[in-house]
């Protein structure tokens, strides 16, 4: 029988986000820091949606009191996920690597396990998503920058993102805190990463953030758009749970896109950036907003890479002539965006072999 790590290594790959074998068997060695060996075989009967401890409990062959205290435990330290029902009953389901298991391990912070952690995204998530086409994440542009533009779609808007929920929590950004803690990474705006209804209660009751009001989260986003940070979301239509601020210094997202030249985990927005050539006076201002390097200098003048433009807007907030305007995609050019997340999570299984949801 294959090593209770090794099954659950397995049981997380299943997930279309994926959580791949390396050569070096790091993923292993994150996995034992993180899960006692009964921890691992209990994960091994959880599912990826929710379901009360009583089915648990009788899948397992474990009590249903003692079952319920060790799930929970587990919830709160990040490992699963947990959340209560219509039934006023707490259910628990796994929880993917991304988003899951990784940005729940905000607090949990070492030296070591940073280190574990960022050579598991060298070698098991940079290659897993090579070539990919289905992402995660999709690009929200800066609102105020497309504004009038024919019309904006509501998934489009962060004011309508935000106005959608009645409950916010703000936590410190893991990729930020990861990079500042090996001696790299920026300066830019820290506790910028947003959560909302069932998944604030999450945060909040487990310590990862602190709850902040409706007018609070606008003045966040208001903070990260000045510190030049891109908002990103599900790329899916209906209700959203998080918006990330991003940069492309610390991002594991942007940095697949900056560094290895691999932007299959992020959807881009409707829009793109285009230049008036006889306004512009080459300040290069918009050089150094731009995270993903799609604006480039050559012969002193600024070029926009049409192809490399993600649609975040902030090129154009800062332009100081407004030579630069967002401009939305025709039709047969926008991203795919999914109705609801299991739609994007079935594309994504497609995609890659894997059936969601499993069993």
Request: hydrophobic share 35%; aromatic share 8%.
């Amino acid at each position: 029988m294959a090593d209770v790590y090794e099954r659950l290594r397995e049981r997380l790959d299943m997930f279309p986000q994926g959580f791949p074998k390396t050569e070096s068997g790091v993923e292993l060695e994150i996995l034992k820091k993180l899960f006692t060996p009964e921890e691992a075989e209990i994960v091994l009967h959880l599912r990826p949606l929710p379901e009360k401890v009583s089915a648990i409990a009788a899948r397992a062959g474990r009590d249903e009191a003692e079952l319920g205290e060790t799930l929970y435990g587990m919830s709160k330290r990040g490992l699963i996920q947990r959340g209560k029902g219509p039934d006023e009953n707490m259910y628990y389901f796994l929880a993917p690597w991304i988003i899951g298991i990784f940005e729940y391990q905000l607090n949990n912070l070492t030296r070591e396990n940073v280190e574990l952690f960022e050579r598991y995204y060298e070698e098991g998530m940079v290659p897993s998503w090579k070539n990919r086409n289905t992402g995660i994440f999709r690009v929200i542009p800066v609102q105020k920058e497309i504004e009038g533009k024919t019309e904006i779609q509501p998934y489009e808007k962060v004011t309508e993102i935000i106005e959608s929920h009645t409950r916010f929590a703000v936590a410190d950004c893991i990729c930020r805190k990861i990079q500042k803690m090996q001696g790299h990474g920026c300066d830019k705006l820290m506790e910028a990463c947003m959560s909302f209804g069932p998944a604030a209660d999450f945060y909040i009751e487990n310590g990862l953030g602190r709850e902040i009001t409706k007018e609070e989260a606008k003045q966040i986003l208001d903070k990260a758009e000045e510190d030049g940070l891109i908002h990103c979301s599900t790329n899916k239509a209906g209700k959203k749970t998080f918006i990330c601020n991003c940069c492309g210094d610390c991002c594991g997202v942007l940095r697949l896109i900056t560094k290895y030249d691999n932007p299959g985990i992020l959807t881009t927005s409707n829009y793109y950036a285009e230049k008036d050539e006889d306004t512009c006076n080459s300040c290069f201002t918009c050089v150094d907003r731009c995270n993903v390097h799609a604006i480039k200098i050559d012969d002193e003048h600024t070029v926009i890479s049409r192809e490399k433009c993600i649609g975040c807007g902030l090129c154009v907030s800062t332009c100081p002539t407004g030579s630069i305007t967002m401009v939305k995609k025709a039709p047969d050019e926008a991203p795919a965006i999914f109705s609801r997340e299991m739609e994007m999570l079935q594309a994504m299984g497609k995609e890659t072999g894997k059936e969601f949801p499993f069993e």
